[in-house]
């Protein structure tokens, strides 16, 4: 939730030194962010947390290690590549859209799924939560307080990000890194092919929706890039409650156990999406306000809908990477992901055109619907089979 208020309190800070343009080319740019991130992350945020669940500590190490020269490997190469083709996205504000990919890409680097398998929920808050707030607080206090340009805001998070890459790295392997020369990238990429698809299809689904609303209906765009971010921001506010259940499923003392679990993880989550769907339309219309300095208005359909995509999306995040991955792995999620994901694309597509902004997240949210219903039927089969 901090991390969320931090982010939000850096979109009028933005639109107030650079201007809305400025602000949706930033957005622009960590959408297609998203994408950078499951590329570098590389699938270790879908399986890792119940794969170090199941592992003893000098495996973890191991694991660990692992993942981490992987990942180094991938940002090297997909930060750089991605960062051009988001300045190209929004050429007239290039170097927003390319720092904006960079302040969310850069995740892919922190391992914020290691810890929620270790189940160390008080480490995770200050190796990661702690430095991306300070990290995005200091960019907002040289926009703000210092009348810089608000280039700075984005400065002030990637370095964040950076940081507390650096720091769970150096806290999981200590000064003793001759674990990492003995790793091999090609197999532990080769192990990661299934969970990375998952990902990266995943991600894309969230990255393109506002660049398909800026192709099929321009004028629809600042409105919609509001609306995502918000549901986004929303998400990362359950981002904590996903990851306690996505770390606590798997460490059940038995397959029953984790069955039992995995049902109770899919009804909270569920409540949730009630709650976000009903909180939204309360508050939704006034925040969106108060963050653009009252240039966008959201309907009160468009504010209900934020809240039920957003929702729907953490619903479907905890039925796949808490329920269905401790269950049965990662076999057969990855066509499920796929199929939602084009039917909500194509969903997408037609009803920006019917309904421009809203009908935009209500193609989203089918999407959702989707993909929650092929990978919730298996999960039910199993679990009513024992």
Request: proline share 3%.
């Amino acid at each position: 939730m901090l991390l969320a208020l931090a982010s939000l309190l850096a979109i009028p800070a933005m639109v107030a030194a650079g201007g809305a343009s400025a602000w949706a080319a930033a957005a622009v740019g960590q959408s297609l962010g998203a994408v950078c991130f499951v590329l570098v992350s590389f699938g270790w945020g879908v399986n890792g947390p119940a794969e170090v669940a199941g592992l003893t500590a000098p495996e973890r190490r191991v694991y660990f290690a692992n993942s981490v020269k992987a990942r180094v490997v991938l940002a090297m190469v997909f930060l750089p590549t991605l960062a051009v083709v988001a300045g190209g996205l929004a050429p007239s504000y290039a170097g927003y859209a390319a720092l904006g990919l960079l302040s969310t890409g850069l995740t892919g680097w922190t391992s914020g799924w290691y810890f929620i398998g270790t189940r160390s929920a008080w480490t995770l808050f200050f190796v990661d939560t702690i430095p991306r707030i300070i990290g995005t607080f200091i960019g907002i206090g040289m926009t703000v307080g210092f009348g810089l340009s608000a280039w700075w805001c984005l400065a002030g998070t990637t370095l964040g990000v950076f940081a507390a890459a650096v720091l769970q790295t150096g806290l999981v392997l200590g000064r003793d890194l001759s674990i990492v020369r003995m790793t091999s990238i090609r197999d532990a990429l080769r192990a990661q092919l299934g969970s990375a698809w998952v990902g990266l299809v995943g991600a894309a689904y969230l990255a393109l929706p506002i660049a398909l609303v800026a192709r099929v209906d321009a004028s629809a765009l600042t409105t919609f890039a509001m609306m995502d971010k918000l549901m986004k921001q929303g998400t990362t506010a359950m981002g904590p409650i996903h990851s306690a259940l996505q770390g606590w499923v798997p460490h059940g003392v038995d397959a029953a156990s984790i069955r039992r679990r995995s049902t109770v993880a899919i009804r909270v989550s569920a409540l949730l999406v009630v709650a976000a769907t009903v909180g939204a339309s309360l508050v939704g219309e006034p925040v969106a306000s108060l963050l653009s300095a009252r240039t966008i208005q959201l309907s009160p359909i468009e504010a209900g809908l934020i809240g039920l995509a957003g929702g729907l999306y953490f619903l479907e995040g905890v039925m796949a990477r808490a329920a269905y991955v401790p269950i049965l792995g990662t076999r057969g999620l990855a066509w499920r992901t796929s199929v939602g994901v084009c039917i909500g694309l194509l969903a997408i597509v037609f009803l920006t055109m019917v309904g421009g902004a809203a009908g935009a997240m209500a193609g989203f949210g089918l999407g959702l619907v989707v993909r929650l219903t092929l990978v919730g039927l298996r999960v039910g089969a199993v679990t009513r089979h024992t």
